[in-house]
């Protein structure tokens, strides 16, 4: 009898099964079915029962829905010789075709013509209805999934454009706030009730409890995506009105470097900044975690060849352990699948916070291009390109996925991640500039109608999730295609209701 085992990249080997040894009089193989991962390249290892030697090692990618046999015959009985070899039964199919104002901000316009600037809805609405569409399931496909751990797939990028976009708006709104003669006191008030507001929503929504009775408080969970919008506004909208200074906007303000004329104006708020960039760097690897090597950033688990698997997100969950309890943080993180982690870890939680404020500052710093140019395209766009050049992110991450400085790491909100979701979002909304308000090829349909009443799109796509029509029973769970269908009759519907009720002038504001 031997035993067969498997291995992701990076983790320890996990027993798939024993295999039984022939049958001599017959002549029957000894065979054994099995059910691997296809999402990820294995490392397949065969070894003997006697003395637990390694019989044989193989190394492959598996389809979807494939099917394979390892076929191991024994080439000499004196050396204990094997040979392996991988037949394929059934090819995998193509799994991308198998069929088994109601805003997080207020309304943003230009200051100088007082006209709506329609790419800001629409960078909104895209991100939006993404983010609806995968987290409605993305069909099923695993670029809509978020990444176990390190690396960046589609549905990794709308949290963070959500968050770049909010951090524009802030800067237009309340630039036209304070020029329409509200007091900065006034300005504050409002900008507190939102963030209360967001806050609370959040906490409602990611603790329904529909049909399982009263809600428990003691399994409530604080973390949550408006919960972190909330206090990303809060943070960056209230650096915005207490270092704003007048003439900053108009470019009136003189500056040692006419290169940096639209940033050096507001020192001030990247002194900030940079303060709570540097306390996330001094707690993310130098804050001791008891049982885990300081400045851990590993998915615990088998990861790391199972050396640390109580140590999930290092310093990020401990801190959400410590001060927010087990209980009541995020329970099934995107690594308890392939990494089989064990311990509670929230991808909205405290330390990366941190790193959402200096994303919405990013987009911030976007707005303040918009102001500081006003309606000067080739400037603006010029700047966009500017911040879009991805330096930093290849310094921090040696453009790879594992062995850089700081990995690209959505559950994290590592600073790296950051710095490249950023780049991506400014070369983005340089195209829909372009194109929707400069050149006017696009008119934004049909994101530009869900950006304008993203609140309750996203709340109602949360509430509403599974019923019908956004969710019905499916024929074949295992259909790609009928998830497909399901998924982008959802989406599609989110976007429709958006349509009507913009057409209707209503507008959900918070």
Not at 127 to 155: D, E, Q, R
């Amino acid at each position: 009898m031997s035993s067969l085992h498997a291995l992701l990249p990076q983790c320890l080997y996990q027993f798939l099964a024993f295999v039984p040894p022939s049958n001599g009089s017959l002549r029957k193989p000894g065979t054994v079915e099995v059910a691997v991962d296809t999402q990820h390249p294995l490392t397949l290892l065969l070894n003997g029962s006697v003395s637990d030697t390694e019989l044989c090692k193989i190394q492959y990618h598996f389809g979807e829905f494939g099917n394979y046999s390892l076929v191991v015959k024994t080439l000499s009985t004196s050396t204990k010789t094997v040979s392996c070899d991988l037949a394929i039964n059934e090819s995998p199919v193509n799994s991308y075709l198998h069929s088994v104002s109601s805003d997080l901000t207020p309304r943003l316009w230009s200051t100088a013509s007082r006209q709506r600037l329609r790419s800001l809805d629409t960078f909104r609405g895209l991100s939006l209805i993404i983010m609806v569409f995968v987290n409605y399931g993305g069909g099923k496909y695993w670029f809509f999934k978020h990444a176990s751990w390190n690396g960046l797939t589609v549905a990794d990028l709308v949290f963070p454009w959500f968050v770049f976009i909010m951090g524009t708006s802030i800067s237009l709104s309340l630039s036209s706030m304070l020029r329409w003669g509200s007091s900065k006191q006034k300005v504050f008030g409002k900008i507190l009730w939102r963030s209360f507001l967001l806050i609370l929503l959040g906490i409602i929504v990611v603790n329904p409890n529909y049909c399982l009775g009263p809600l428990s408080w003691d399994n409530l969970r604080i973390p949550g995506v408006l919960q972190r919008l909330g206090f990303t506004y809060l943070v960056v909208a209230a650096l915005e009105v207490l270092f704003t200074r007048a003439g900053a906007e108009s470019g009136t303000l003189e500056t040692l470097c006419p290169a940096l004329q639209d940033i050096l104006p507001y020192w001030p708020q990247w002194i900030f900044i940079l303060m709570l960039e540097v306390i996330w760097l001094c707690l993310t690897f130098l804050l001791p975690v008891p049982g885990c090597p300081r400045g851990y950033l590993g998915p615990g688990g088998i990861g790391d060849f199972g050396n640390y698997p109580n140590c999930t997100g290092g310093a990020a969950g401990y801190i959400d352990r410590l001060l927010l309890g087990e209980k009541h943080i995020y329970q099934h993180p995107s690594s308890s699948v392939i990494y089989q982690t064990t311990m509670p870890y929230d991808p909205e939680g405290i330390l990366g916070t941190i790193n959402t404020i200096f994303m919405a500052f990013l987009g911030l710093q976007a707005g303040k291009i918009i102001l500081f140019y006003k309606d000067q395209h080739k400037q603006i766009m010029s700047r966009f390109a500017v911040w879009g050049i991805g330096i930093i992110s290849a310094i921090l991450t040696k453009c790879s996925k594992e062995d850089g400085f700081i990995p690209i790491n959505k559950n994290l909100w590592s600073i790296s991640y950051v710095t490249t979701t950023s780049c991506f979002a400014f070369i983005l909304l340089l195209l829909m500039y372009y194109l929707v308000d400069v050149k006017r090829l696009w008119s934004g349909a049909p994101f530009f109608y869900p950006g304008m009443n993203s609140i309750l799109v996203y709340i109602g796509h949360e509430v509403f999730e599974n019923y019908f029509p956004f969710k019905w029973k499916m024929q074949d769970s295992q259909s790609h295609a009928e998830h497909l269908t399901q998924n982008l009759t959802a989406t599609t519907l989110w976007v429709i209701i958006s349509y009507v009720l913009y057409r209707r002038r209503i507008f959900w504001k918070i």
